[in-house]
């Protein structure tokens, strides 16, 4: 890595953060929390989901107000009540969930709001001449009169960057920037944000992935639980020291696969095409099989044919064509009772929408697949002590914390909410479970046991297919990788014997 | 013995245009709040608060040009109620509509009766007259169809091309167009969501009390209980057959204008068919209309959806 622009002599700051608060609610987002940003650096903002890391930003970018403390933009005090100040500040920022009208054109979103335009006539001309130029000057290639619907994930944060570029942002606060990418598109990725440094400007980046916080940035800001934890150059730790920093004990980054035997195959695909809730073709030609005793993963960017993948196998989308087997048993267009029947659980990949009933109690959502039978219910009568004390157990063994099992599940949090699933699940002890992003959005903690969960369930002997877009939760859980691309298998790698642009390459569709 | 088919051509579609007016004007406002997001069932309320206020403004005034304004202030009115309603208190909007349309019935079939004593109405209410525009009136068909009509209906030839400019090539257009699809992004930008719905939803209800307006005083000067009868409705359906486009909501009300025209025209010319059936025809296309169509068109994204910014 080169490491050839100068950081100054670490008094020139472009931004201090100074003693920020927040609240939400009750809940401090925010506590005191300091931070700098030097000119010309990359300042990565580490932390867990609920660490506190996009209120702070949004604070800076005048989203939200603050409760406390103080915001130096080049020594000087500023307040920024609107983005509007914070744009007029040369502040840009890049959210998360990108900020894109997928109806309009890329000169129509970049046009949005310019202060430039006479009122009375909207030139895009002079826009699509402006995005060109950046575009060359940053190598960020772009259509500029396309539908942004219409381009890629990709395609859509070059437009985003764009967009900030183009307001002539000296900071660019980066939100997760990377959790849609390819990891070929992190790479490009990466190379345009050091260009963009190079020019003087300053980036913050919001993260909670190690091995890229290491990679990008100059320094980094640990926060933890609305506290900032520590600031470090990044070239003075290591990855586990962060992760430390950032969950407060010791983490686990490599889990163990106890040798097991692999078994008869429990799931098996022929030649399966399922068309997606638009009538497109999403599934073409997949065929595979999960044996007893391995966790299979299936990695690719999000919207490749996973979500529909989970389905046909579960019986909740039509098979157009091909055949699915379970215990060499033909389901194919079975109706879901009778495939959980046969043996199957299920971690959807959007908890709240179908994995549980959020004004439901934690016992009622333990009991929401067999409630209506003994011992739950005899003879027509639920027995509600006979429900509780079984969630009570089960809580005792699957760690589940939060206010007893007659919450509302919706006050727990999402790791305890997705430990109820997999109690829930796992209970029935099932030959085959399929997990579809079953850590997306759950801190450090839970993930890890969630991710330990499916590793003894195949040490079990069980069966497990594991759809997850986090390529380094596929490569920590799974025995063999399948790579996913426009509803068609790519590729099988096994975790430890693959390199990244490989697996990158795979994702992107490109055959070797 | 008159048939079918002797209604003459030129008749027809000057009752077309005559009868599309109200609808284009009405559907051209609810343009605009669809375009910002926000669903409006009102426009049937706005049209009645603005035919009454423009009939009240005309009798008091003797004027049809400040009846016209009034009509305006009254559409205004209305929609500051629904602004306030959807944007501010972030209500269900579908409620808020339709509670708008029953008040506006209510209030003034009442204020009807105090004003003037049941069942009695002024006559002779001051009102807009034809204006054949010298030239292009003189044109076989197209002269008469088009340029033979009172100044609303020239207010309203000017009108869309107006809204169409506005919305596709100004910048306030563009904003308009992404705050319907994604206020947050139009925020991020250092946009005001709140400020360009307010506005957008008052335009609606200018333009649908104007519509209102055509309805007391844009021909003859008279107001009955619920004058509207439903031409909110169409309107909202006009719109929504259009793809809430400008230019696509004035061809569906030219469509609907057309129905109204044709059974108008056939009541007049001793059709075999009882009225109460010619009567239906624009209704009974409108519900053709959208059974055929409104599967298919995708509103704006953030249609019905109240914004906050720290959610």
New interface residues.
Partial sequence: MEHERTLGDGEDLVIEMRKISKQFSGVLANDEVDFTLKRGEIHALLGENGAGKSTLMNILYGLYSSDGGEILLNGEKKEFSSPNQAIQNRIGMIHQHFMLIPTLTVVENVALGLKDQRFYRLNLKKVEKRIMELSELYGLAINPWARVGELSVGEQQRVEILKVLYRDAQVLIMDEPTAVLTPNEVTELFIVLRDITKRGNSIIFISHKLWEVMEISDRVTVLRDGRRIETVETSLTTREKLAEMMVGREVILQYDHPPVRVGAPILQLEDVHCADDKGLEVLRSLSFSVCAGEVVGIAGVDGNGQKELAEVVHGLRHVDFGKIFFNREEITNKKPRQIIARGLAHIPEDRHSTAIVMDFSVTENLTLMNFDSPPFTTYGMRHSRVCTEYAQRMSDLYDIRGGGVTEEIRNLSGGNQQKVVIARELDRNPDLLIAAQPSRGLDIGATEFIQKQLIAERTKGKAVLLISTDLDEVLAVSDRVLIIYKGEIMKEIIPSQASFEEIGLAMAGVRD | MSSLFDISITGVLTATIRMAVPLVLASLGGVFTARVGIINLALEGMMLFGAFSGFIGAVYSGSAIIGAVCGMAGGALAALILAFLSITAKANQTVAGVGINITALGITSYLLSTLFGYGNRPYGVASFSNIAIPVLSDIPVIGPVLFDHSLLVYVTYIAVPAVWYLIY???????I??TG??P????????NVMRTRYLCTLASGVLAGLAGAYLTIGQMGQFMENVTAGKGYIAVAALIFGKWKPLGAVAASLLFGFAEGLQLRLQIGESPIPFQFLSMLPYVMTMVALLLFVGRAKAP?AMGKPYN??D
Avoid: F, Y
Avoid at chain 2, 169 to 175: D, I, S
Avoid at chain 2, 184 to 191: F, M, P, Q
């Fill in positions: 090539r100004t910048p306030a257009g563009l904003t167009r992404a699809e994604n947050r992004a139009v925020d991020t930008l250092g946009g994204a910014r720290q």
